[in-house]
């Protein structure tokens, strides 16, 4: 038997083959939602236009629901001899109402509910991967409050280059996130209008309400080009772009757990909760979860590419290529989504080792640029000389194999007369971070009322809902 949603002009069933390329079912059965919500929005408005009856709209709306539930209990048989979850929910009302199910499909088509499904279910994901961000910044605001004074070292180039504060470093990724959230709200905006009732490319000529179906399902407004509404899958690729950037950011603080954690560095502990043991090596705590996260970057931008290989040489308007958009797509955002939870949790989860981090901030001749600026305020050198006198300074306590504040002050003043006792006193890695009082910096007193801030931001936020 040929398909009985097109299969008028075939006579013969399609090659298996040929069934095993087109169909989609196992993928956008994930969509059921989202398509029985656009159809029940769609039926309303034929009514209410004068296009079908009041009562066959009543009938297909309690037949959608009836399915939705079906799908929800497990009940629902999704067969793939109807390819996809269009033919699939539609045909299943048939079985249940009857032919009034056949109405359901005036002046709409495949390609507009589709593209009309995708971009709720694209929707809901910036919602939740939204949420999602906003419990990691709060994991982050948290533990930057309680370590807004711990002292460990800065890094550039991994070196050891200034001392820091662990609620600062926390605080850099409470604004990476709060970015990220950015270019999510930024993609939701521009996704946020219907296609549905553009039809298969050019609109139709039955008198539909756009505007009514638009507003039913929490649109903005309806698109305003029929070939484009069914053609593009711009949203998926910005939204994609918004998640590869936030995967990237999940991924450098990933690292850095791996780091931390390494018996080298030795900076954080995680708990057994967090950590996996090894079959063979009694005695390793391997930071398995920050790893993973660190890979599945590679699956969100993957699908990015993925989709933008799809996209770049399709003509208008809809190309059946564009059934590709879905399984990388959600795979990649349910990626995110559970990087974004494992980070998370290991924010919440560390413990970090404060003496070790100290004594590591110290290491490294790390408070050197606090010499060479004691230089330039109180004896009013120019920053250059000073820098070069500290190295001078510098070479000789590594010599001597001491820390910068180990070195007898006469061994200073061998290298510049006019250094005093005073000095002293910028020499400790907590006099340095609390000097760092500029705009930004990490002096403890501005770390903790960023933190503070952020937690009434946060919290003012979830007042909103
Ligand atoms: N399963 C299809 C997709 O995901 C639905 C649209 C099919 N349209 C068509 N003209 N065959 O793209």
């Given at each position: 038997?040929?398909?009985?949603?097109w299969?008028?002009?075939?006579?013969?069933?399609?090659?298996?083959?040929?069934?095993?390329?087109?169909?989609?079912i196992d993928?956008d059965?994930h969509l059921?939602?989202?398509?029985?919500?656009?159809?029940?929005?769609?039926?309303?408005m034929?009514?209410?236009?004068?296009?079908?009856?009041?009562?066959?709209a009543?009938?297909?709306?309690?037949?959608l629901?009836?399915?939705?539930?079906?799908?929800?209990?497990?009940?629902?048989?999704?067969?793939r001899?109807?390819?996809?979850?269009?033919?699939?929910?539609?045909?299943?009302?048939?079985e249940?109402i009857?032919?009034?199910a056949?109405r359901?499909?005036?002046?709409r088509?495949?390609?507009?509910?589709?593209?009309?499904?995708?971009?709720?279910?694209?929707?809901?994901i910036?919602?939740e991967?939204d949420?999602?961000?906003?419990?990691?910044?709060q994991?982050?605001?948290?533990r930057?409050l309680?370590?807004a004074g711990?002292?460990?070292?800065?890094?550039?180039h991994?070196?050891?280059?200034?001392?820091?504060?662990?609620?600062?470093?926390?605080?850099?990724?409470?604004?990476?996130a709060?970015?990220?959230?950015?270019r999510?709200?930024?993609?939701?905006?521009?996704?946020?209008?219907?296609?549905?009732g553009?039809?298969?490319?050019?609109?139709?000529?039955?008198?539909?309400?756009?505007?009514?179906?638009?507003?039913?399902?929490?649109?903005?407004?309806p698109?305003?080009?029929?070939?484009d509404?069914?053609?593009?899958?711009?949203?998926?690729?910005?939204t994609l772009?918004?998640?590869?950037i936030?995967?990237?950011?999940?991924?450098?603080?990933?690292e850095?757990?791996?780091?931390?954690?390494?018996?080298l560095?030795g900076?954080?502990?995680?708990?057994?909760k967090?950590?996996?043991?090894?079959?063979?090596m009694p005695?390793?705590?391997?930071?398995d979860?920050?790893?993973?996260?660190?890979?599945?970057?590679g699956?969100?931008?993957?699908?990015?590419?993925?989709?933008?290989?799809?996209?770049?040489?399709?003509p208008?308007?809809?190309?059946?290529d564009?059934?590709?958009?879905?399984q990388?797509?959600?795979?990649g955002?349910?990626a995110?989504?559970?990087?974004i939870?494992?980070?998370?949790?290991?924010?919440?989860?560390l413990?970090?080792?404060?003496?070790?981090?100290?004594?590591?901030?110290?290491?490294?001749?790390?408070?050197?640029?606090?010499?060479?600026?004691?230089?330039?305020?109180?004896?009013k050198?120019p920053f250059?000389?000073?820098?070069?006198?500290?190295?001078?300074i510098?070479?000789?306590a590594?010599?001597?194999?001491?820390?910068?504040?180990?070195?007898?002050?006469?061994?200073?003043?061998?290298?510049?007369p006019k250094?005093?006792?005073d000095?002293?006193?910028?020499?400790s890695?907590?006099?340095?971070?609390?000097?760092?009082?500029?705009f930004?910096?990490?002096?403890?007193?501005?770390?903790?009322?960023?933190?503070?801030?952020?937690?009434?931001?946060?919290?003012?936020?979830?007042k909103?809902g």
């Open positions: 038997m040929s398909n009985k949603m299969g008028g002009r075939f006579s013969e069933r399609p090659d298996e083959i040929m069934e095993e390329i087109n169909v989609s993928v059965r059921f939602a989202q398509d029985i919500a656009a159809s029940k929005a769609h039926a309303a034929l009514a209410s236009q004068g296009i079908i009856t009041a009562s066959d009543k009938n297909i709306g309690k037949g629901d009836t399915i939705l539930s079906e799908i929800g209990k497990g009940d629902f048989e999704f067969k001899a109807l390819e996809d979850i269009h033919m699939n929910v539609e045909s299943r009302l048939s249940l009857g032919p009034a056949g359901l499909h005036t002046a088509s495949r390609n507009d509910q589709v593209a009309t499904d995708f971009r709720l279910y694209v929707r809901d910036v919602d991967t949420a999602a961000l906003a419990a990691f910044q994991a982050l605001v948290d930057a309680e370590h711990t002292v460990m070292p800065g890094f550039t991994l070196q050891t280059a200034q001392p820091v504060t662990f609620g600062h470093h926390l605080l850099a990724y409470v604004e990476m709060a970015r990220d959230r950015g999510f709200q930024d993609a939701r905006k521009r996704l946020n209008e219907s296609p549905l553009a039809a298969a490319l050019a609109g139709t000529s039955f008198p539909i309400d756009r505007h009514a179906t638009a507003k039913a399902l929490g649109f903005d407004r698109m305003a080009n029929s070939l509404a069914v053609s593009d899958r711009d949203f998926v690729l910005e772009s918004a998640a590869s936030c995967a990237v950011h999940m991924s450098r603080f990933a850095e757990i791996v780091i931390w954690t390494s018996p560095v900076m954080i502990r995680l708990s057994d967090f950590t996996t043991g090894s079959s063979i005695q390793k705590r391997n930071p979860a920050a790893e993973l996260v660190r890979a599945k970057t699956r969100v931008i993957g699908a990015l590419n993925g989709l933008l290989i799809v996209m770049k040489g399709l208008l308007a809809y190309q059946k564009m059934q590709e958009d879905k990388g797509a959600m795979e955002f349910a995110l989504s559970l990087a939870r494992a980070m998370t949790g290991m924010v919440r989860d413990v970090p080792d404060e003496a070790r981090m100290r004594l590591a901030a110290g290491e490294g001749y790390a408070t050197a640029t606090d010499l060479a600026d004691w230089l330039v305020r109180t004896l050198m250059r000389e000073a820098h070069h006198v500290t190295g001078r510098v070479a000789k590594a010599e001597s194999g001491m820390a910068l504040h180990e070195l007898p002050l006469a061994e200073m003043q061998a290298i510049e250094i005093t006792r000095v002293l006193g910028v020499l890695v907590e006099s340095s971070v609390k000097s760092r009082t500029s930004g910096g990490t002096a403890p007193k501005n770390v903790a009322s960023q933190a503070k801030a952020w937690a009434k931001r946060l919290e003012k936020e979830r909103l």
